[in-house]
């Protein structure tokens, strides 16, 4: 989906310290965008979903306290990249 290149360039990072932390965030990210849109990705995943993908990376490492001073809210652009690639069942 994305590398851990792209999402260390996505959220500026230039150390190699946070290596494994961002690592599983972008299988978090993953496996909640696939559950999502019940669809599976790989490499060749549309531009939205790595994009939705480097959203969520960025929002988990920014916010990868146990607590929060401030209240989190939805990102909606990423809902709205991830509700164009949603399977909808009728």
């Known amino acids: 989906m994305i ?12 150390i190699n310290d946070d290596d494994a932390a961002i690592t599983a965030m972008i299988a978090a ?6 559950s999502y849109t019940e669809t599976t990705y790989g490499d060749d995943a549309p531009e939205m979903v790595k994009a ?4 969520m990376v960025a929002d988990l490492y920014e916010n ?5 001073d401030r209240l989190l809210s939805e990102n909606k652009t990423f809902i709205n ?3 164009l690639c949603r399977e909808m069942s009728v």
Not at 64 to 68: K, L
């Open 64 to 68: 990868r306290e146990s607590q929060s």
């Open 29 to 34: 990210a993953k496996g909640y965008i696939e």
């Open 52 to 55: 939705a993908a480097k959203l």
């Open 81 to 83: 990249l991830l509700n």
């Open 3 to 14: 590398t851990l290149d792209e999402a260390k360039n996505h959220i500026r990072v230039d």
